[in-house]
């Protein structure tokens, strides 16, 4: 796809960006595996001093970055700006950490000989990346690896070019060597020549299952590290003693927030009997009082999707389920307005038959499943090809627990919908993906962990 920034609440095409030639892309390499061979050399004083000032001038420089966010994919102001907090919290993070995360650890062979695994850097990790978080998701492999002192060559979204050389400069400004981090306005095939670099030693993605497949495979072939973050259809799961209240505050967040279009979204409400109808008529009332607008308007509290693509392809999606049996208690189809806009929509009904009933639906469009208890809430959260968030409501928090561990997924929020922290891993199982991002587990992810064994 061309790299393009295209404003989705009016749809005008605001400026194109040429992608790199094959020569460019070779160049690129070479810049970044010069400056690998540099700073895997450098200490952490020096990567931290890069980490904090990048944190600074995010803060400093905190409308610019959040204003790129939203004309680029719609996302809300006041939510850019969160997006900007968040990524330098992720870069102090690692600042403050990375060196105690990697450093030696002392091991105790039975043979009584001394041996310690140390954490060394491994090379060039190719990144390739989407546009919901178009600064978030770059931190995440941004930070760990530039801490661990090797270097990042980044394939960002093509509908967000403009956040992409936004964040290449921010780490440049910050004191980062030319090739520490580098933005690449590439083709998915120039992708997938790349990772037969040798020069490649890992790959991370995050994005669709069907972009990980095709990354993964092409990683795989080469026998390359790769760690894949991909989406998920979240459980939120309402048992009948949760707090209602909370429940549904929590769960109108959990479904809209940027949108609808977070890999850790709530998307499949899961109530049990005794509360679905009061739960139900309570979220229909709070998706009626969205106000759909410019999200650069501050009384905004629906936005636009990330592209007219997107919301033609929501709005498919939920056509296909209502013609398969769904019912819309709220919603179901686009406004009658320019720009890419989705009704805020609840289905139910949604049968097992319903083609649907597996997909994930990335946008403010919620699925609502009744259910007759606990037991039949776990099985249906499991009953999914995605295993990446979930939440489970309920005021007696072992009984919270005890449903928690019976969830097929990375992660288990109690009385939330899951979300993110620097210092909590975040990742999936099954078709959600594998390896950590953030927290300690992230920045071993592409660490060599190599062991010193001492004879005497
Ligand atoms: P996407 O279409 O997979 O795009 C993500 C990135 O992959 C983009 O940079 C895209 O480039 C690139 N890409 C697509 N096909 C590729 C290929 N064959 N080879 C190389 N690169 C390729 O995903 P999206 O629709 O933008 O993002 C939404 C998805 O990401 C959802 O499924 C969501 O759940 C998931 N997600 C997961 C996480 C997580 O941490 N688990 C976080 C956020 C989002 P172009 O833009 O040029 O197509």
Redesign the pocket.
Known sequence: ?A?QTINPFNNETVKTFPTLTDDEIKNLVNQADACYKQWRKTDFATRRKVMKKAASILRDKKAEFARLVTLEMGKLIAEAEGEVDLTADIFDYYADNAEQFLAPEKLTPSDGRKAYVEHDSVGIILC??????PYY?LV?VAATNLMTGNVVMV?????VPQCAAAFEKLLLDAGAPKGAYTNLYA???Q??KLITDRRIRGVA????????S??AG?AGESLKKST?????SDAFIVLEDADLDKAVQWGLWGRMNNTG????AAKRFIVVEAIADKFLERLKECFSKLTMGDPMDRSTTLGPL?SES?AKDLAAQTAEAIKHGAKAVIGGKRPDRPGAFMEATILTNITKDNPVFYK?F?GPVAMFFRVPDEKAAIELANDSEFG?GGSVFSQDIERAKRVASQIDTGMVFINRPTWTTPDLP???VKH??YGR?LAKDGILEFANRKLIYIEN
Request: with cysteine; glycine share 14%.
């Open positions: 796809m790299y390739v990346e989407p546009w919901n978080f998701q995440r394939k960002h979204a093509s509908i083709s998915t095939d992708v997938s993605v995050t994005g669709s299952e069907k972009a990980g095709v990354v092409k894949m973050e991909l989406g998920g279009q977070c890999c850790v990330s997107a994930e990335f990446l975040f990742g999936g959600s993906g991002e």
